[in-house]
């Protein structure tokens, strides 16, 4: 069993930048993937970003892309997402996610508000 937990959100204006963190406990973490997905306001929830074991590898949706960076630190079972030119349409929940390939993991989300 994996357990996550998400810090670093809240209220930003437009342009602005967060950082979100996700500590995971539970196993090994260089042993899955990671992501992180939001949740907007009347919405589906919907992939972000997505980061390998080892971190070589990331994905992002496009909607993000050039503006965000997932990263991770094993060392310190964290996954990041570092999100600048923030945009309203960014307001959301945002939930990391631990992918064990047989079944995956959530965080409780942490909110992210961007005014205009």
């Known amino acids: 069993q994996v357990q996550l937990v998400e810090s670093g959100g809240g209220l930003v204006q437009a342009g602005g930048s967060l950082r979100l963190s996700c500590a995971a406990s539970g196993r090994t973490f260089s042993s899955y993937a990671m992501g992180w997905f939001r949740q907007g306001p009347g919405k589906e929830r919907e992939f972000v970003a997505s980061?390998?074991?080892?971190?070589?590898?990331?994905y992002y949706a496009d909607s993000v892309k050039g503006r965000f960076t997932i990263s991770r630190d094993n060392a310190k079972n964290t996954v990041y997402l570092q999100m600048n030119s923030l945009k309203p349409e960014d307001t959301a929940v945002y939930y990391c996610n631990a992918d064990l390939g047989s079944r995956r993991y959530w965080g409780q989300g942490t909110q992210v508000t961007v005014s205009s």
């Open positions: 980061i390998s074991r080892s971190g070589g590898s990331t």
